[in-house]
């Protein structure tokens, strides 16, 4: 690999090169890890029924504060919460279908819009309204300050948890999908929503999961995120965005395309401000993205 | 080949020269918008409408013989969501507190606050008109605009971000209402002469002089040498011009820039920014950044071990109470420029009495934005008080002759007075460092609360 083009000081403990390549590529996978937990969520919600959730970043935020209440009300650790921000975020998914989605799943493609998009105002705004737009940060939990070194590379422990707890959510469903009847179930109806409930599957009950997982999905990211990251409610907009762009990529409706995606997402993000700068990260993001779409439209894996 | 005149077209042609009449004619029916809101009459008549001349001429003499108004609306944008809203909420208490000492009877050595509201008005009453611009150039112009031409306020107050100042005071100057701006810093916002903009705080300029002024005064105390200079900034107004400040004092005094970084603000991770700056290894390192970006930065510089001689920052985020609440300790020993420090409230006794009342009034301390914010607004209405009216050209008149003392004010400033370029030539700053959780003043040396702790120690030695 050719050395960076910027100056690299030769003095005491600067860099080599190979282990500031490889440093950031670990933190750049670490990261695109967490992309993916939230965009796997999205492209279930997608590929089922074809409706963008535009509110999925603010759930994302809506999972951060549930962590962050329970440990600073109750003395929770975040890794502790997990399962109780989970099922928060469950029924939250489940609310917003039963009472929201469902009743636009056929009306026209502007109303779909509005109605997730106005979701999204409102869960923003309310979060600031009953916590205000201060920052809150979760400190001292059993992993917020941990960190690893293996060879030179600083790995941080809050990162490395979140993406050990991506990696198994993610095993867990593919192993739900591709293994259960209620799972082959899922996929029938997001394959062919009339021939499945030919078959006497029942459309309705598959789109609640559909929902109850894409949600549990984001709670469980929401929970390891929050060891980390800080929680105001604008995160959702600042993760909402590269989630869209890691659906596009991996192709709507595509687990194993949201998976990779999220990881090429977070390497290519921080690669192209290590060698290119860092202003125009996302710009490389996009980039790619819009290669990607021009040459295979239906994104790396999709089918739809 | 001529082209038969179709009666669509015909019609439609008709339409719009009958709607066009029909606008002429309102605009010079309508009763002029009421004196006691003096809004330019011009914005409130139909764009385009050649009868908008006549109008102003027309609420003109009205205007003069209206009776003083009971109540002086000033539009305040700040970012009261988005990645500042911390700060934004600072500086609405700082200004909710000038108001209120304005309004009501209080015994401090400052403008208007031994009177009830403003005595030259008939004691009409400050009504501030909060908008929140959301930290974007777009919202803080459009904001201005509905300020100006729906709640009819007499003069805009804002924004904090350098970006939606610049957009904000463009709309000022264009429907010609006063604009002062207290804290934000880019030097470029008065460089472009524009008359209705005046701003009290000092630019990055001067802040940027104090810091490395201060660099050779650290040398010279501590006989070391610093070679090596990193700059990491946001990438709008406000980062950019401090990007190039720096850069430029830098090269002037013989440092070498190792680093030169500019990032889009509101990031998820900050990784390849920061392993940039851990292989150029500055000796020196700047930073400008907002509260988000902030406090990210450190935690990766903690992660990753980055340990600068010193953490140099150009205020914002770094100054907003959420940046030491939630890093803790881990923001010890930075380094900020700033226009005011606590520690002046230990040695001016008017600092001491508002920044007493702003905690009890708000819970947290007053930080050097919100100081800025009731310096400037305190600024404003003495001015308005001072045009005796509510005409725009009266206040920008007013502020223009703008001279109130030092030890009037809660800065340590000898003063405010605006230049022609509507730039307070009195504005100064200091430098102070996180000791202990709090900020103490420790440049210049001979003002100094406590001694400078140079070089910063590594992460690893921080309890």
Redesign the interface.
């Given at each position: 690999m050719p050395p960076?083009d910027?100056?690299?000081?030769e003095?005491?403990?600067?860099?080599v090169t190979a282990e500031?390549l490889v440093?950031?590529a670990v933190?750049?996978l670490l990261?695109g890890f967490v992309f993916s937990l939230v965009a796997v969520g999205l492209t279930l919600i997608f590929g089922m029924m074809e409706i963008v959730n535009f509110a999925h970043g603010e759930f994302l935020m809506m999972a951060m504060y549930a962590s962050f209440w329970m440990w600073s009300l109750f003395a929770l650790d975040p890794l502790v919460s997990l399962p109780i921000s989970t099922l928060a975020l469950v029924l939250l998914g489940i609310a917003t279908y039963k009472l929201i989605i469902k009743r636009i799943l056929n009306a026209p493609m502007l109303a779909q819009i509005f109605a997730t998009f106005g979701l999204m105002v409102f869960l923003r705004s309310l979060a600031?309204f009953l916590w205000?737009?201060?920052?809150?940060?979760i400190?001292h939990s059993m992993v917020s300050?941990g960190?690893l070194e293996l060879g030179g590379i600083?790995l941080?422990l809050p990162q490395l948890v979140a993406a050990a707890g991506a990696v198994i959510s993610f095993a867990f469903i593919y192993w739900f999908v591709e293994r259960t009847e209620t799972g082959r179930a899922l996929m029938a109806t997001a394959e062919d929503r009339d021939a499945a409930s030919l078959m006497g599957i029942n459309s309705d009950r598959m789109f609640t999961l559909a929902w109850a997982i894409g949600s549990g999905c984001v709670g469980v990211a929401g929970a390891l995120l929050s060891t980390?990251?800080?929680i105001?409610?604008?995160v959702g907009?600042?993760?909402g965005l590269?989630t869209f762009v890691v659906v596009a990529l991996g192709g709507f409706g595509s687990i194993p395309g949201a998976f990779i995606a999220g990881l090429l997402v977070g390497l290519v993000?921080?690669?192209?401000?290590?060698f290119i700068?860092?202003?125009i990260?996302?710009a490389v993001v996009l980039a790619i993205y819009l290669l990607v779409v021009l040459l295979r439209p239906q994104g790396l894996l999709g089918k739809y | 080949m001529p082209r038969r005149v179709s009666p669509r077209w015909f019609l439609s042609a008709a339409m719009l020269v009958a709607a066009f009449l029909a606008a002429v004619g309102c605009a010079q029916t309508a009763p002029a918008p009421t004196p006691t809101t003096a809004a330019k009459p011009a914005a409130t008549t139909a764009p385009g409408a050649p009868a908008a001349t006549s109008a102003p001429q027309a609420a003109a003499p009205t205007a003069a013989a209206a009776a003083a108004p009971k109540e002086i609306k000033i539009g305040v944008l700040l970012p009261l969501s988005g990645g500042s809203a911390s700060t934004g909420l600072d500086l609405k208490y700082a200004n909710e507190l000038a108001a209120e000492i304005v309004n009501g009877k209080y015994d401090l050595n400052m403008p208007l606050a031994k009177t009830e509201g403003l005595p030259n008005l008939g004691g009409a009453k400050v009504t501030l008109v909060f908008a929140d611009h959301q930290g974007t150039p777009e919202k803080g112009q459009s904001e201005a605009e509905r300020l100006v031409t729906q709640e009819k306020v007499v003069a805009l107050f804002g924004c904090y971000q350098s970006s939606v100042t610049q957009t904000a005071s463009q709309t000022a100057e264009r429907l010609g209402v006063p604009f002062l701006n207290a804290e934000s810093s880019s030097p470029g916002l008065t460089d472009r002469g524009l008359k209705f903009f005046f701003r009290t705080g000092p630019t990055d300029a001067t802040f940027g002089k104090n810091l490395f002024d201060m660099l050779d005064d650290i040398q010279k105390q501590k006989n070391i040498k610093l070679k090596t200079v990193g700059i990491v900034n946001e990438n709008t107004l406000y980062g950019t011009d401090a990007n190039k400040l720096t850069k430029q004092y830098a090269q002037e005094r013989g440092y070498q820039i190792v680093a030169d970084i500019a990032y889009p603000a509101n990031t998820s991770e900050v990784t390849s920014e920061v392993q940039r700056i851990k292989a150029a290894n500055p000796d020196v390192l700047f930073q400008v950044s907002y509260t988000s970006d902030a406090i990210l930065f450190m935690k990766t510089y903690k992660q990753l071990d980055v340990n600068p001689q010193g953490i140099l920052a150009y205020g914002a985020g770094f100054v907003d109470p959420e940046f030491r609440k939630v890093l803790g300790k881990d923001s010890e020993f930075v380094i900020t420029r700033a226009a005011w420090s606590p520690d002046i409230a230990q040695k001016k006794p008017l600092a001491k009495a508002i920044a007493d009342m702003f905690r009890s009034k708000y819970g947290q301390d007053m930080t050097e934005n919100s100081a800025r914010d009731f310096t400037g607004m305190i600024t404003l209405l003495d001015a308005i008080n001072r045009a005796k009216s509510t005409d725009p050209k009266a206040i920008q008149a007013a502020l223009a002759g703008t001279d109130i003392p030092g030890d009037q004010l809660i800065m340590s400033w000898p003063g405010v007075k605006f230049d022609d370029k509507g730039q307070n030539m009195h504005a100064q700053g200091i430098n102070m460092q996180v000791s202990g959780g709090q900020y103490y003043t420790v440049w210049p040396f001979n003002a100094a609360s406590k001694e400078i702790v140079w070089p910063r120690p590594k992460w690893a030695d921080i309890k």
């Open positions: 960076p910027f100056p690299v000081h003095r005491g403990n600067a860099q500031l440093q950031t933190n750049g990261i600031q205000t737009p201060n920052f809150r940060v400190q300050d960190r600083f941080g980390f990251y800080y105001q409610p604008e907009a600042v993760f590269t993000q921080v690669m192209a401000g290590l700068a860092p202003s990260k996302f | -």
